[in-house]
């Protein structure tokens, strides 16, 4: 693996290439992202490649790449001329990706606005709320999450998180009733460090969650685009949101093994059936 850096005006973007460039089979990289997820989530998934040359990065802000704007939100038409940027610097030609959450929002606004970029898109379980019948509902929901953030800290935060993101089903008032979640019951400490600046917990993510892709623009890419959802994920809030960016984009949603994660190894402590994963995304990629 070679550690690479580009330089922008605004950002040093950090990146992980997995094999040789050019590619020593001559099939295009490729190329894994995720947001707020940096690189190294990608460690498990990559080494199931052993053949193709693959190519991870941080995102503007997190891991290792450094922010020269500023700024501390995080947009997804500034990630994707980021990963634009990154494709361009590869000079390998358009890439394959495979996109996590967060990552998978970033590779629908990269294929809207650079259309030539990528030959084939995997965009796994992105987190789009106003793709869903109850879009309110669920900007409620994710309100109380920074809310619960912003009161107590950390744990108070990730507990409504998990709260939120496992909850089955629209967010009725079922949901809101319900008394806040304890860290504890999701072995967290309760105390407060006096953070803030979170990029899940915090509302400096929530152009990602409120992003609508343009329909019409990604049909008219050349890209193949694929949206996939994890078979544990059933009705809970990326489960639904994969479900419904597909039916935006009018195909039916692409089941892969396991869960949200269900690409990771021990990374970050909940992993998921990784090979399996790579078995399908490999499946997909060679058009199957």
Same mark, same amino acid.
């Given at each position: 693996m070679a550690t690479q850096t580009l330089q922008t005006p605004e950002v040093g973007l950090v990146y992980d290439v997995?094999?040789?460039?050019?590619?020593?089979?001559?099939? +295009?990289?490729?190329?894994?992202?995720?947001?707020?997820?940096?690189?190294?989530?990608?460690?498990?998934?990559?080494?199931?490649?052993p053949e193709r040359t693959v190519v991870a990065y941080d995102p503007r802000g997190l891991g290792r790449s450094t922010r020269k704007d500023g700024r501390v939100d995080n947009v997804p038409e500034v990630q994707a001329a980021d990963v634009h940027a990154l494709i361009e610097a590869l000079g390998a030609g358009p890439?394959?990706?495979?996109? +996590? #959450?967060?990552g998978a929002v970033t590779a629908l606004a990269l294929v809207?606005?650079?259309?030539?970029?990528?030959?084939?898109?995997?965009?796994?379980?992105?987190?789009?709320?106003?793709?869903?019948?109850?879009?309110?509902a669920a900007e409620r929901a994710r309100d109380g999450v920074r809310d619960a953030y912003e009161a107590k800290g950390?744990?108070?935060?990730?507990?409504?998180?998990?709260?939120?993101? #496992?909850?089955?089903?629209?967010?009725?008032?079922?949901?809101?009733?319900?008394?806040a979640p304890d860290p504890a019951a999701f072995g967290m400490p309760?105390?407060?460090?006096?953070?803030?600046?979170?990029?899940?917990? #915090?509302?400096?993510?929530?152009?990602?969650?409120?992003y609508r892709p343009d329909a019409g623009a990604i049909a008219a890419a050349p890209t193949r685009v694929v949206i996939a959802v994890g078979e544990e994920s059933g009705g809970t809030f990326t489960g639904r949101t994969a479900?419904?960016?597909?039916?935006?984009?009018?195909?039916?949603?692409?089941?892969?093994p396991s869960h949200h994660g269900g690409f990771m190894g021990g990374e970050f402590g909940y992993a998921g059936q990784p090979e399996a994963f790579a078995r399908r995304l490999r499946q997909i990629l060679d058009g199957a």
């Open positions: 997995h094999g040789p460039l050019p590619t020593a089979d001559g099939r +295009s990289p490729l190329v894994m992202i995720g947001q707020p997820m940096d690189a190294s989530g990608f460690r498990t998934l990559a080494s199931y490649f890439v394959e990706m495979f996109a +996590s #959450s967060g809207t606005a650079h259309p030539d970029d990528v030959t084939t898109l995997v965009a796994h379980e992105p987190p789009l709320i106003p793709v869903l019948p109850d879009a309110r950390p744990g108070a935060g990730m507990a409504a998180f998990i709260a939120m993101t #496992s909850w089955q089903g629209e967010f009725t008032d079922d949901y809101f009733a319900r008394p309760a105390e407060d460090d006096g953070s803030r600046d979170d990029p899940l917990l #915090s509302d400096r993510s929530w152009a990602v969650s409120g479900v419904a960016t597909a039916e935006l984009l009018g195909q039916q949603v692409t089941v892969f």
